[in-house]
């Protein structure tokens, strides 16, 4: 241990406290041992450090820079690390040591709410800028938090759903940008998530925390929980859960005293989780001085990654760079009132906006505007549609700002369709009757359907492009900047193209991920399925032209590695850059895999007219798929191919080699009898016989039985039926009921009905009390309603005490 002399000192409860939120945002320290106390703040893409009074939209101010999902489509390692360096910078002026954030989650399904937050659907991808952004924060020294620690796939009942997959996928899929990551950067901490993987809460899931994340992938940070999501605290501590977060107000404390006390809980466990967070105590210090930043030199650099993350998808007949010759009508709310970042945890108060409609006009452009739509209103507005057309048929070009709302997705619910807002749809399909020179800017954290995608001239897509947004997109449609933004996701069609459609979100109890490996690319390329953008897409002003694939040899062992080159020239008369994509493709296999997988990445700038050799150097993790026969990572002997393209639809070269595995006599599992519909990727419709296969086990049950008791992990939604469950989801959500007709979500709704009802005591700032608890389980079991009051009110009296407190928290 590190910290052994400072343990020695400390008292029991001492060390117990030190792994427990001293409130929201804040460590525990030991001020008798001068010990600080340091301050955490939510991320991921800028800081959001809450004002005393707690309120999200009151932080202090901060850079907002691009969203997670914009800026994996930079395919761009260097300036995730400059990102990250600019925003440790703005955590150190506040005095912040922890920043939360980057999140890598796979993006399962376009509807998962917080897709925004997120990297990609390649876990390569994700991985690499992951590891990029927190190099880029930890060399100032400020630390991150790796988030959410793991198969957080989707918001819908989020604190409780059993996300079941099998560990092929666990592994090649769902682990895969954590442990890069990890290996890469090594962020100072983990966050784990709210959710169960395969049965287990992650919080107290020692096979991911432990045997995984640190015996495995060698991880030397602390692990902390999201907040709340401690499901059992004494457990999650023997199973390397280190921080409870936040504060459960002495409870997680009293917990962990009370097993080591009663010989429940080796002292030693606790030692190990004190001395981790000793250790991060003291690597947070540097962050406890004076200093300062430069707003304008950092709202630049926002502009700069948003321009280099913008994604032109279509662009017909050279439409754009738009002359400024024309006239031009800028038609949508948000080209003044942008959306330029995610709801939920991750809001930022910016230290200043720029839209694109101001950006317009300093560019030069001739412009009129109609806000055709109210942002907050999913109906059509009869009026503003026909005052938008009216200038729209008076202009010679059109560039229309539609997307997804606030209300459309946010932390906390998922999207209910893959489709746009009513009224920016219907306000489209007006102007096109009067104008056909239309170019689509989009906004959203996630793909969209785009119906009317061949019959505009182009489409550029913005997502959410930090405060900047504004600046950078004018820069593109003015052709002052090349775009060189590539998709980090497929596009798919429609809605039900998607793999996982028959199962997402899943069910009452779990989340079935049915399509195991197949999501994303790997699944539309496999199944040979048509989609609108392909996974890797974007164009840009200038042309490139792809030649002499070399490799440094034809045959190799996998131990050993493989080199690639190939020449790259801009063809085109404007300069440029191009995200250069290797994927490999397994050629014969016993076990099924996927058609193609990113393997690795590049970007290079090239001036027009020149011409780079870029490199790759592929190792065996590039060949391999997951064994479960041997719990490893194992590559069966033969031809491989090396595809190297601008997108996965398109490979511009290809070679051969061949790979000699250095484990021959594994055995490679074989489910063509068991399992067939995996080769070829027809997982559509999973059989149970065949998912049964793919788990190795028994499929747990979809459904919560009636007839069980109801315990501290139920959540009211679960009670509905109830006669008590009635009355307290009545009383709880002030008798709402939802709109079947509202595309958008109802957080805090969602939040009462899906939380555990453990997070009444653990997150409740003391309100509640584990007796109050045990009297609401009393009443939804049908025991003794007297005796349940009697419980209830006994546990409120210590809020009653409190109240001058807890109304200043509200």
Not at 82 to 89: C, F, I, S, V, W
Not at 96 to 124: A, Q
Not at 193 to 222: C, H, M, P
Not at 422 to 428: K, P, T, V
């Amino acid at each position: 241990m590190k910290n052994k002399e400072i343990l020695e000192k400390l008292t029991l409860e001492e060390k117990a406290e030190l792994c427990t939120g001293k409130d929201f945002w804040h460590l525990n320290g030991v001020e008798r041992l001068g010990i600080p106390s340091v301050t955490l703040t939510d991320g991921p893409h800028g800081l959001s450090l809450r004002k005393p009074d707690g309120d999200i939209r009151k932080s202090v101010t901060a850079t907002c820079y691009p969203s997670a999902a914009t800026t994996a489509c930079s395919w761009d390692r260097d300036l995730l690390y400059r990102m990250g360096q600019a925003m440790g910078q703005e955590c150190l002026k506040e005095n912040i040591s922890i920043i939360l954030g980057p999140g890598v989650n796979m993006k399962r399904s376009p509807l998962c709410g917080r897709n925004f937050e997120y990297f990609s659907e390649d876990p390569l991808l994700a991985g690499e800028l992951a590891a990029g952004l927190i190099n880029g924060i930890q060399s100032k020294g400020v630390g991150t938090a790796l988030k959410h620690f793991a198969v957080n796939t989707q918001e819908k009942r989020r604190l409780i759903i059993d996300s079941v997959a099998d560990e092929r996928a666990l592994r090649e899929i769902y682990l895969t940008a954590f442990e890069i990551a990890v290996k890469k950067a090594q962020s100072w901490t983990v966050m784990n998530s709210y959710n169960k993987v395969n049965g287990t809460y992650s919080s107290d899931n020692g096979y991911l925390q432990n045997k995984i994340l640190r015996e495995e992938w060698g991880f030397k940070g602390a692990v902390m929980s999201d907040w709340g999501a401690v499901n059992n605290r004494v457990k999650g501590l023997k199973n390397g859960n280190d921080l409870e977060m936040p504060s459960s107000k002495g409870y997680g404390t009293k917990k962990i005293c009370e097993a080591v006390r009663s010989g429940t809980l080796d002292e030693k466990y606790l030692d190990i989780a004190a001395d981790r967070i000793l250790t991060l105590i003291e690597k947070s210090k540097t962050a406890l001085g004076d200093f300062t930043y430069d707003e304008d030199e950092h709202h630049s650099l926002a502009a700069e990654i948003c321009a280099n993350s913008v994604v032109l998808l279509k662009n017909e007949d050279n439409t754009l760079p738009l002359s400024k010759d024309k006239t031009v009508a800028v038609i949508g709310e948000m080209a003044r009132a942008p959306r330029y970042q995610g709801e939920g945890s991750s809001i930022i108060v910016p230290t200043k906006i720029t839209d694109a409609f101001d950006s317009l006009l300093e560019e030069g452009y001739r412009i009129s505007y109609a806000p055709g739509y109210f942002k907050k209103q999913d109906e059509s507005n009869d009026a503003m549609v026909k005052d938008a057309c009216n200038v729209a048929s008076a202009a010679d070009a059109v560039l229309l700002f539609i997307g997804l709302t606030e209300e459309y997705e946010s932390e906390g619910y998922d999207r209910r369709t893959m489709s746009l807002p009513l009224s920016h749809n219907r306000l489209l399909e007006e102007v096109l009757k009067v104008n056909k020179n239309v170019t689509v800017v989009l906004s959203g954290g996630s793909p969209v359907i785009m119906p009317w995608a061949s019959r505009v001239k182009a489409i550029l897509n913005g997502y959410l492009g930090g405060q900047a947004s504004g600046k950078a997109i004018a820069e593109i449609i003015s052709g002052k900047v090349n775009p060189s933004g590539k998709l980090a996701e497929t596009y798919p069609l429609k809605e039900a193209d998607v793999p996982c459609s028959n199962y997402y979100p899943g069910t009452g109890l779990t989340a079935e991920h049915r399509e195991g490996i197949y999501i994303g690319y790997r699944y539309y390329d496999t199944a040979q399925k048509d989609v609108l953008f392909p996974f890797g897409h974007g164009l840009s002003y200038t042309e490139f032209e792809y030649s002499d694939i070399r490799l440094s040899s034809e045959s190799i062992t996998d131990t050993d590695t493989l080199s690639v080159t190939c020449k790259v020239k801009n063809i085109g008369s404007k300069d440029g850059a191009e995200a250069v994509q290797l994927y490999v493709r397994d050629c014969e296999s016993t076990v099924f895999r996927p058609e193609k997988e990113l393997r690795d990445f590049t970007k290079v700038f090239l001036k027009a007219g020149e011409e780079k050799e870029v490199s790759f150097t592929l190792s065996q993790r590039a060949f391999a798929y997951y064994n479960i026969n041997i719990s490893s990572w194992h590559t069966e002997s033969g031809e491989f191919e090396i595809l190297i393209g601008a997108s996965s639809r398109d490979i511009r070269l290809s070679a051969k080699a061949e790979v000699i595995s250095s484990l021959p006599e594994a055995q490679s599992p074989d489910y063509r009898e068991s399992a067939p519909c995996y080769y070829g990727a027809d997982v559509k419709s999973v059989p149970d016989r065949q998912f049964r296969a793919l788990l190795g086990r028994d499929i747990p049950p979809k459904y919560r039985d009636v007839n069980d008791r109801f315990t501290v992990e139920s959540c009211l939604m679960d009670a509905e039926h109830t006669k008590w469950g009635k009355r307290i989801i009545t009383v709880m959500t002030g008798g709402k009921k939802p709109d079947p007709d509202y595309q958008g979500g109802d957080p805090m709704r969602d939040i009462v009905l899906e939380s555990p009802l453990r997070g009444l005591y653990s997150m409740g700032h003391g309100v509640f009390t584990e007796k109050t608890v045990e009297g609401i389980l009393m009443l939804l079991n049908g025991e003794g309603s007297a005796t349940a009051m009697m419980k209830i009110f006994t546990g409120l009296l210590p809020a009653l005490k409190r109240l001058p407190e807890l109304l200043k928290i509200i």
